[in-house]
């Protein structure tokens, strides 16, 4: 298991949140769901943005950035995992003609090779994807 607090800590990692209206990036909206602009920047890594969308269950806190990194390392694990778009389609329950489903796409593209820079400073405990 990876330990997202100690790769943050001991790479100097600066992480930023804000509340956002929406995640453009998906389509669902459930009563209490709650999306946020995320920012990881500083130490060795380009520094990147994303959005995490929380849950009822997750309250109105904003994300750690434990949390944050985890999820968008489950997105990036599923998507490489995919075998095309289409197959991603499916995962993420969307026809694949859906727009949304190719923004999707695009941004977990461009989001992967920048989550690996990160995970690839965690030397002997990075997982495999």
Known sequence: MT?????????????????AETNPFIDRVDDGDLHWFC?????AISGFDFYVTTGADHGEVPPTAEFALELVSEDVRAYRDCDGYADFARLMGVDDEDPQGFAAFD?????????????DLDVGQRPSF
């Open 39 to 43: 920012t990881f920047s500083g130490g």
């Open 3 to 19: 330990d997202f607090a100690a790769i943050i800590e001991a790479n100097g990692l600066q992480f930023a949140t804000m509340r």
């Open 107 to 119: 941004e977990i593209s461009r989001l992967s090779p920048l989550v690996e820079e990160v995970l």
